[in-house]
């Protein structure tokens, strides 16, 4: 499976993004998927990530209420859309797949995409 990430950029402080995950190659659709981040000089933690139908969401406290995941398996697309974005939220976001669970740590997860930088301006 080989997953691409978009939508990154420049917001100020209070605005919103949505970024994109297209995967190819592969059943994403049976895949669990996840939003990690990772700010510089930290490590890569774990955003948001939904079971393969969707109906199992999980969110990091940081953003909840704020972020909201969601997937479109017809168009293997997985989705993180980020409201009243924080200085805090600046870093690179990787989208992720898991063949056998939606787990909470990076090591549980197969497949990576190359990251798109969201930087948030106060």
């Known amino acids: 499976v080989q997953l691409q990430a978009s939508g990154g950029g420049l917001v100020q402080a209070g605005g919103s993004l949505r970024l994109s995950c297209a995967a190819s190659?592969?059943?994403?659709?049976?895949?669990?998927a996840g939003w990690f981040r990772q700010a510089p000089g930290k490590e890569r933690v774990l955003v948001a990530a939904t079971s393969w139908g969707g109906g199992r969401i999980y969110y990091a406290d940081s953003v909840k209420g704020r972020f909201t995941i969601s997937r479109d398996n017809a168009k293997n697309m997985v989705y993180l859309q980020m409201n009243s974005l924080k200085p805090e939220d600046t870093a690179v976001y990787y989208c992720?797949?898991?063949?056998?669970?939606?787990?909470?740590?990076?090591?549980?997860?197969?497949?990576w995409g190359q990251g798109t930088l969201v930087t948030v301006s106060s």
């Open positions: 992720a797949a898991e063949t056998t669970g939606w787990g909470r740590q990076a090591s549980e997860y197969n497949y």
């Open positions: 190659g592969g059943t994403f659709s049976s895949y669990g």
